[in-house]
């Protein structure tokens, strides 16, 4: 597996993975520097923090999970080397559980990467305009805890994301999927439902409602490691893909 792990890992270094990992928490940053410069008052590092887990749970997680899924799978389907892959002397499940394995890695490097690089943001933002240094403490504790809580709300999100990149050669079914799915989680934030849609999961870590965090971890987590693992297994008992 730790072979089949490495070689998965190479491909992603070769790939825009790494471009990726890297643009989407700094476009939070980049936003959050601009924000405090804009400000005319010191605001707290609760605001701040929460500010950047909010728009990496509601629309840069779900966004990014699209595009890097719709990468990894396309990494095979655009050679189609997936017949050569599948006639490999190695059980087929470990080829999609390494590309499972490999998403999650870049999601949670950039989910650490989103809260510090925002840290480093407001720092330096501060330094130039010391009038809008942020009052109190950062807690990054609690902060590391909520990233940590939305990496796993996200895993049915990713799951979903994973199987239509990896089942259908085509990437847009992928990312009509992602697009939908985010839409509707914007759109329908404040409905009760919407803590059932996958993508929407994430950002109930913020909910100021407990059963709307452990409904949507317990779900998102849950059945979210489920479906990775039936993923695993139905895509490698496929013939074809």
Avoid at 5 to 30: D, F, H, T, W
Avoid at 186 to 193: E, F, N
Wanted: hydrophobic share 60%; glycine share 8%.
């Amino acid at each position: 597996m730790l072979t089949v792990l490495s070689v998965e890992a190479r491909k992603l270094n070769r790939s825009l993975a790494a471009l990726l990992a890297i643009a989407a928490p700094s476009l939070i940053a980049v936003f959050g520097f601009f924000m405090v410069l804009r400000g005319d008052k010191p605001m707290p590092w609760e605001m701040w923090l929460g500010s950047a887990a909010g728009i990496w749970a509601f629309f840069m997680l779900p966004m990014s999970v699209t595009a890097l899924t719709a990468l990894v799978a396309h990494m095979e389907h655009g050679p189609k080397s997936w017949d050569h892959l599948r006639a490999l002397p190695l059980p087929r499940w470990k080829l999609y559980a390494a590309k499972a394995i490999c998403v999650l890695a870049v999601v949670a490097v950039m989910s650490a990467a989103t809260l510090a690089l925002t840290i480093l943001a407001v720092t330096l933002a501060a330094t130039i305009k010391p009038a809008v240094e942020p009052t109190g403490s950062i807690e990054i504790a609690r902060w590391i805890k909520v990233m940590a809580m939305m990496f796993g709300a996200g895993l049915l999100m990713v799951a979903v994301q994973l199987w239509t990149a990896l089942r259908y050669a085509s990437f847009v079914p992928g990312l009509v999927v992602g697009i939908g799915g985010t839409f509707f989680a914007v759109v329908a934030t404040s409905a009760k439902q919407g803590v059932f849609l996958p993508w929407q999961m994430p950002v109930n870590m913020l909910a100021s409602e407990p059963w709307r965090v452990t409904t949507a971890l317990g779900l998102g987590g849950g059945v979210g490691l489920l479906a990775l693992i039936a993923l695993t297994l139905h895509l490698s008992r496929r013939e074809a893909l």
